[in-house]
């Protein structure tokens, strides 16, 4: 993926906008000009769960304790979900964050989800990173666009995805990546050579990140976003 250069800088919990200045000896591109950090603690002031009561924050960690539960109004997506609040909403959107799965390795479908250009409880994407990658839902790339999850990414043959993300308790580290002009999407784990995932997707250029699970529960910590800030409406 072509990525942008930019220039970032950290203030946790809050966003902060700087110029962006290139190296002399690389051209400057429409758009390179600015970017926009988005850090999210693990504070009720950060995130906004679907429902409240199935979250904790634990020190530095955002924490889903249980499922969440199957709304049943006819599109089929994710159950449960925090989105950060705080700052703008973002379009060439690179999330980073570790995850953990909470639920027992026992369960073989069990996942945590990254969601990025989130525009409402119908109309986002999301990551699924589980242990299992053998059915249509699991371990893969996806689109909700009030309709029922859509899998967009490279690796589903029909039959079987990517190898599994995660197979264990441990803390992992992951990384999406989405180019909002081309539609180029990178899903990366544990700092590997290669993406995990890859899609191509245009459906939706910028909004909100987060962080949750479909039908399972675990946890994240140092989750924070990079991108463009989005156009707001005058």
Known sequence: MNRRRTTTALITGAVL?????????????PGDARTTRVVAPATPQHWDPLTDDLWAYEGEELVLTRPGT???DGVRRPFEYAIVTKGPELTDTSVRAEVR??????????????????????RFYYAHFSQDNTIYPHNGIFVVDNADRRRVDDQWTGSVGAPPAVTDAEWHDVRVDHDAATGEIEVWV???????????????TGGRVGFGSFDNFGRTRHFRATGTAAPTAP
């Open 101 to 122: 799965l909470d639920e027992s390795v026992a369960v073989s479908n069990r996942d945590v989800i990254v969601i990025w250009n989130y525009q409402g409880p119908r």
């Open 190 to 204: 544990d700092g590997a050579d290669e993406p995990l995932m890859t899609a191509t997707d245009t459906t939706f």
């Open 70 to 72: 199957n709304p049943n």
């Open 17 to 29: 906008v700087l110029p962006a200045p290139l190296p002399a000896a690389t051209a400057a591109e």
